[in-house]
T-cell receptor, first 110, second 114 residues
Framework: EDKVVQSPLSLVVHEGDTVTLNCSYE??????LLWYKQEKKAPTFLFML????IEKKSGRLSSILDKKELFSILNITATQTGDSAVYLC??????????FGKGTHLIIQP | KAGVTQTPRYLIKTRGQQVTLSCSPI?????VSWYQQTPGQGLQFLFE???????NKGNFPGRFSGRQFSNSRSEMNVSTLELGDSALYLC?????????????FGPGTRLTVL
């Protein structure tokens, strides 16, 4: 059975801090790993990673994939209160479409 | 481009009834996936349709079914509703199959079963 585990489950930091969110996975026929941000609505797409060691970057967010160790990290630098959300990791490739982790609930305090 | 749209946005049903939810993907997208999101289980994959064919199916009972039309619009049906079916049902579309490309989610349908 495909499995995606995110850690930590929740995180509270102060504005300006840097955070690292983790995602480990076990799936058959890996094709891609995706990160989403979910506020009080549907998830919004952040990154898709398919190759090891190549960092994807968008503003203060960046992510990298390690296909040997089967994990990915999502970094957010200089956090702002608007970064408060649930961050979801999903892995695609098995027969079950996309498998999602339970998410990391990130709270940024002013 | 218009985003993914889902109708209805909110729905209240009673146990034993059946329900049909609708999803219109982004124009040009051929893949539509359905997910159930609950506080306890998180996002769980229901099924994926591509070019009117079911390509993948999650671990849900046969009461959950779907279909896709030639214009890529998709419907999901749940028969004999149970209390545990109360959830946010999300649909997502992409150009290719879900696992190979980023998906874009609709706003969801909030289903409450009484």
């Amino acid at each position: 059975e495909d499995k995606v585990v995110q850690s930590p489950l929740s995180l509270v930091v102060h504005e300006g801090d840097t955070v690292t969110l983790n995602c480990s996975y076990e799936v058959t026929n890996f094709r891609s790993l995706l990160w989403y941000k979910q506020e009080k609505k549907a998830p919004t797409f952040l990154f898709m990673l398919t190759s090891s060691g190549i960092e994807k970057k968008s503003g203060r967010l960046s992510s990298i994939l390690d296909k040997k160790e089967l994990f990915s990290i999502l970094n957010i630098t200089a956090t702002q209160t608007g970064d408060s959300a649930v961050y979801l990791c999903a892995v695609g490739g098995g027969a079950d479409g996309l498998t999602f982790g339970k998410g990391t609930h990130l709270i940024i305090q002013p | 481009k218009a985003g993914v749209t889902q109708t209805p946005r909110y729905l209240i049903k009673t146990r034993g009834q059946q329900v049909t939810l609708s999803c219109s993907p982004i124009s040009g997208h051929r893949s539509v996936s359905w997910y159930q999101q609950t506080p306890g289980q998180g996002l769980q994959f229901l099924f994926e349709y591509f070019s009117e064919t079911q390509r993948n199916k999650g671990n849900f009972p046969g009461r959950f079914s779907g279909r896709q039309f030639s214009n890529s619009r998709s419907e999901m049906n749940v028969s004999t509703l149970e209390l545990g079916d109360s959830a946010l049902y999300l649909c997502a579309s992409s150009h290719g199959l879900a696992g190979g490309i980023g998906q874009f989610f609709g706003p969801g349908t909030r289903l409450t079963v009484l």
